[in-house]
């Protein structure tokens, strides 16, 4: 079984530098998710994804149209 959450002791910025060119992108201050998790984007006043868990998962308006551009949205 894959374990949904982990609790890390390092700088986000360091994990986005180690992730960078995989399929994990930041699309909260407090979220790194796995891209090919998401089940669906939600386009309200604030932004979700939810993942194929259930899990809903705020997006920040600056990392929207990162994250439609890398899921082939935009």
């Known amino acids: ?7 890390v002791s390092k700088r986000r910025g ?8 995989s399929n994990f992108i930041r699309c909260h ?4 998710v796995n891209q090919q998790q998401i089940e ?4 309200q006043k604030t932004p979700y994804v ?7 998962i705020p997006v920040i308006a600056s990392k929207k149209e990162e994250l439609e551009k890398r899921l082939g949205l935009r």
């Open 1 to 7: 079984m894959i374990n949904p959450e982990l609790l």
């Open 40 to 43: 669906k984007v939600g386009k």
């Open 29 to 32: 201050n407090s979220y790194l």
């Open 50 to 56: 939810v993942m194929k868990n259930g899990d809903t």
């Open 14 to 21: 360091y994990l986005e530098e180690k992730l960078e060119g």
